[in-house]
């Protein structure tokens, strides 16, 4: 099955922004609707935004208008742009297929948003 790697993550005040990133291993990347989810402490992991094979995209509504999300099918990876970070943006952010694919999470890169 696929795997995916993410990297990006780290401490940033309110306000600030970060560039998660998420590499694919495999071929066939491209036609994956793909998401981002995020877990924070106590919490379930929920979906933020995802994105379809053709690029139309969709986002959850603590995220919308703040977060982007896409990708970059040639260099199987997918990108989340987030801006205006809030202290509850805080959480280990993860990719994978959507729906997800059990198999195929992997470590997360953490997110902190503190001042």
């Known amino acids: 099955q696929v795997q995916f790697v993410e990297s990006g993550g780290g401490l940033v005040q309110p306000g600030g922004s970060l560039r998660l990133s998420c590499a694919a291993s495999g071929s066939i990347f491209s036609v994956y609707v793909m998401g981002w989810y995020r877990q924070a402490p106590g919490k379930q992991r929920e979906v933020v935004a995802r994105i379809t094979s053709g690029s139309t995209t969709f986002y959850a509504d603590s995220v919308k208008g703040r977060f982007t999300i896409s990708r970059d099918n040639a260099k199987n990876t997918l990108y989340l742009q987030m801006n205006s970070l809030k202290p509850e943006d805080t959480a280990v952010y993860y990719c994978?297929?959507?729906?997800?694919?059990?198999?195929?999470w992997g470590q997360g890169t953490q997110v902190t948003v503190s001042s």
């Open positions: 994978n297929r959507y729906p997800p694919d059990a198999r195929s």
